[in-house]
């Protein structure tokens, strides 16, 4: 029962006319007419008397007049409420990239929840593919993930950022700031992280391609505990710069030259069917804030 053909079916019976209802509704005639008995054959009932080109409403109208009444007044009041629903309540699920999720987004949570605290937010951490799947099967409202770039006609990408990977190593190793091949690499002893992981495993397929490998004696998804061993000389990793920034601005860690330029993408998505809640949109704004204009991101948090 469709609330448009309920709204004309209260217009007639208030003007007693199909005409003056089309008129006031800015329908045609024919129109008031098709919706009126589309009504009655839902309801299985005549609304309408209609003789002699005069319309008056049959016991059986007059009966469902109160109800028609009734469900257009609930319709409006629930559009009202939805409209006042508090911005800030509701749940957000996010699902994102380790590395994402250890560098840098603690502070845009920090800055989300001093906005909104009621919201709850749940994040989930993993592989690409897993990411995907959840994306897919509707178990996270946003994906923020560190891949190639993505291009698909089931997403919508809010926001991208070209990020290049770097091998890196203590300022005490032996290749550190040296121009290398990536062959002269293979022998050493690598910290990586797990095989999900977007970068590790682009590295992988280009190393297969050249008919090369790497067998790391370490293997670990946490990337702030591979920077440290790889400070204290454990080894050598390969890890994208925004996860390094900080300490190669420290000199904490330096990059290994080689003449192969790694290259992936952060994105933030959601699924093109996806309903944007309110607070789907906050935390959008929030992240593409920090990504393009983090001064003033951090200046605000101050405030």
């Known amino acids: 029962m469709e609330l448009r053909n309920l709204k004309t079916f209260l217009y007639v019976a208030e003007q007693c006319s199909f005409s003056k209802a089309a008129i006031l509704l800015n329908y045609s005639q024919s129109t008031v007419t098709a919706q009126i008995q589309k009504l009655e054959e839902e309801l299985d ?31 409006e009041d629930a559009k009202k409420a939805l409209k006042n629903l508090p ?41 690409t593919d897993s990411l995907f799947h ?36 203590s300022p005490k190793h ?17 910290l990586l992280t797990e095989k999900a992981m977007s970068y590790r495993r682009h590295l992988e397929e280009y190393l297969a391609s050249k008919s090369l490998e790497i067998d790391p004696f370490l293997e670990l998804g946490n990337v ?10 454990a080894g050598i990793s390969f890890l994208p710069e925004f996860t390094i920034k900080r300490q190669l601005e420290e000199q904490r860690l330096v990059k290994i030259n080689i003449p192969e330029v790694f290259k992936v993408w ?21 992240i593409r804030d920090y990504e393009y204009d983090k001064k003033n991101f951090s200046q605000n948090k101050s405030l």
């Open 174 to 190: 032996r290749l550190a700031e040296k121009n290398c091949l990536i062959e002269d690499l293979l022998g050493e002893d690598f």
């Open 266 to 286: 952060r994105q933030l998505i959601y699924h093109k069917h996806k309903w944007v809640t309110a607070s789907m949109k906050v935390m959008i704004d929030l």
């Open 87 to 127: 911005i800030e309540t509701g749940e957000l699920r996010i699902a994102m990239a380790e590395s994402i999720a250890n560098t840098f987004f603690p502070e845009i949570l920090e800055r989300f929840h001093q906005l909104y605290p009621k919201i709850k937010v749940t994040l989930y951490t993993a592989g």
């Open 134 to 169: 959840k994306l897919r099967h509707n178990e996270a409202d946003l994906v923020y993930t560190l891949d190639k770039r993505i291009y698909s006609s089931e997403i919508v990408t809010v926001m991208e950022k070209k990020e290049e990977v770097f091998f890196v190593a």
């Open 45 to 75: 009932i005549l609304l309408f008397e209609r003789i002699n080109k005069t319309v008056r409403l049959t016991n059986a109208g007059q009966e469902f007049l109160k109800y028609a009444h009734e469900i257009i007044r609930t319709s």
């Open 224 to 233: 702030e505990i591979l920077k440290s061993l790889v400070e204290k000389n």
